[in-house]
C-alpha cells in the first residue's frame, strides 16, 4: 500500500515537473513571430520595396517576420532611390529567454525562434534626394 502510494506522488510530481517544463522551454517559442514595420517618406507616396518584394507607396505599416533582417528600398520619380536596413536584437522575450537559461538551459531553446527577435528600428522616416538634372548646358 505505502510503495503504491509512493509511486502515485512520484508520478504526480513527475508530470508536474514535465508539464512545468514544456511551459518553460522558451517563452519565446509562444511570442509572436511577426511585427508592425512603418516606413513614411518625404515627400510621400513613394514606391517601397522590402528585401525584392514591393509592398506600396509611402506612407504604410506592414508585417515582417522578426526572425530575418529586411532590406528597404524606397523609389520615387524624380528623387534618388534610398536603401535602408533593418537588424535584429533580441525582443523582451529573447531576453527573459537568456536570463531563465542562467537558471534552467531549457529557456536558451526560446532563443532559436523568431519571437526572440524584434527588427532593429521598427519606423523608418526617409528624406528623399532630388535627382541632379545630368543635362549638358549649351
Known amino acids: 500500500m505505502r510503495l503504491h502510494k509512493f509511486v502515485e506522488i512520484f508520478l504526480y510530481r513527475l508530470l508536474s515537473f514535465v508539464i512545468i517544463l ?59 532611390t534610398q536603401y535602408r536596413t533593418s537588424s535584429r536584437k533580441l525582443s523582451g522575450l529573447g531576453i527573459l529567454d537568456v536570463v531563465s537559461g542562467f537558471f534552467w538551459l531549457v529557456p536558451f531553446i526560446g532563443l532559436t525562434s523568431s519571437g526572440a527577435w524584434e527588427h532593429d528600428p521598427a519606423e523608418f522616416e526617409i528624406p528623399l534626394v532630388p535627382e541632379r538634372d545630368t543635362t549638358p548646358i549649351p
Open 22 to 80: 514544456c511551459y518553460m522551454a522558451g517563452c519565446s517559442l509562444y511570442g509572436p513571430t511577426k511585427q508592425s514595420i512603418g516606413v513614411s517618406s518625404y515627400p510621400p507616396e513613394a514606391q517601397v520595396i522590402v528585401s525584392g518584394k514591393p509592398m506600396g507607396m509611402t506612407p504604410l505599416h506592414f508585417e515582417a517576420d522578426r526572425g530575418e533582417n529586411l532590406l528597404l528600398e524606397v523609389q520615387k520619380s524624380g528623387y534618388q
